[in-house]
């Protein structure tokens, strides 16, 4: 059995049409000129993106017994303002000049600033207007949660999840923060970067949103059901993003080729790498990784030191484990069949993909 694509569609379909609604009644294209950029900046960013997170959720809804709740798709809907607000603030954090393709926000903001001819620094002015941006698409992701249309217990059983989610998230991006200023990392810290930093708010959290909304409360099997599968999938889907950040073909990715290793990224690629490397080739990546101006020869340089010391397999390998047990831990769990379907095969997508 497999979901049909046209569920998986209309399920898209459903979250691009609530997310241009709410974006449209928040800075309508008629009110003030003065914010208009803000508004074309959030709506050029959501038009993007996999609809992951709020797949998630709502199979999640589907998985413990929810029904035809129209309200179901905007609370999904919702995690991927989330998702904007952490990807305007995390290229800020980067000094990223790219974001699926077109230029981050900050960079966006830095360009309007120098074609109006104003005063001061553009990139100051950019920096400044994108952490504003982050921080609207942040509260407008709590707004269109808390106003989905879903009955007000499922929302009150769902909150602590919620909350708890922006708490990790935020979490996480320290962490990724403090790895780099460390300089170092171990494969723990590695791992705990993976799920903290992107793996459980785009799985596991999602997925336990869906179910608790569905159940009315977080019961034995939901839980267990989001460490067994979600945890899993999350770990394996940030795992497949740092390899894309080394070895993702740019027109597919949006971003510059070997992004990662100019930001000086510490995942668990660098960190297997560097306990696998020979003397020399480890100097090579400290002396490379994190430099902002590093070449295509460079990038080329540590790609070779990363495949060639087993951590570009490793990290592979790692992926298929993970899967392979979340695809498992979904036989035993007592949810509908559809849904268990439809989970494995978002379990694939997401940590198969090439963006």
Excluded at 304 to 318: F, K, N, Q, S, V
């Amino acid at each position: 059995m497999t979901i049909d694509a046209a569920s998986m569609d209309d399920l898209r379909s459903q979250v691009d049409l609530r997310l241009r609604e709410f974006v449209e009644r928040r800075l309508p294209s008629d009110g003030e000129p003065d914010f208009r950029p803000l508004r074309d900046a959030a709506e050029d960013l959501l038009a993007g993106g996999k609809r992951l997170r709020p797949a998630f959720c709502y199979w999640g809804w589907r998985a413990a017994g929810g029904g035809d709740e129209p309200g179901v798709f905007s609370a999904a809907a919702s995690l991927e303002l989330l998702q904007a607000s952490a990807l305007v603030h995390d290229d800020v954090m980067d000094k990223s000049d790219l974001r699926r393709g077109m230029p981050a926000a900050h960079r966006r903001f830095q360009a309007l600033h120098e074609k109006s001819a104003w005063h001061g620094s553009a990139e100051q002015f950019g920096e400044g207007a994108a952490i504003l941006l982050g921080n609207l698409l942040l509260i407008w992701s709590g707004e269109m949660w808390r106003t989905s249309g879903l009955p007000a217990r499922a929302l009150a059983a769902a909150q602590p999840v919620h909350d708890h989610m922006r708490t990790e998230l935020m979490c996480g991006q320290y962490l990724d923060l403090l790895e780099q200023a460390n300089g170092e990392n171990t494969f723990d810290s590695a791992l705990r970067v993976a799920l903290y930093k992107s793996g459980k708010y785009s799985v596991e959290q999602p997925l336990r949103l869906g179910l608790v909304l569905a159940a009315g409360g977080r019961v034995p099997w939901v839980d267990e059901l989001c460490t067994t599968y979600g945890t899993r999938v999350g770990i394996a889907f940030q795992l497949r993003d740092d390899i894309l950040g080394v070895f993702g073909d740019p027109a597919t990715t949006g971003k510059p080729a070997g992004d990662d290793l100019r930001e000086g990224k510490r995942t668990m690629l660098v960190a297997r790498t560097l306990a696998a490397a020979s003397p020399a080739g480890a100097a090579t990546v400290r002396r490379l990784l994190g430099d902002p101006g590093l070449d295509g020869d460079g990038v080329a340089a540590l790609r070779d030191i990363i495949e060639g010391t087993g951590a570009l397999r490793e990290c592979e390998d790692m992926i298929a484990d993970y899967l392979g047990e979340a695809l498992a831990s979904l036989e035993q769990a007592p949810i509908i069949a559809e849904a268990r379907t439809a989970l494995s095969e978002l379990a694939v997508a997401a940590t198969a993909r090439k963006t």
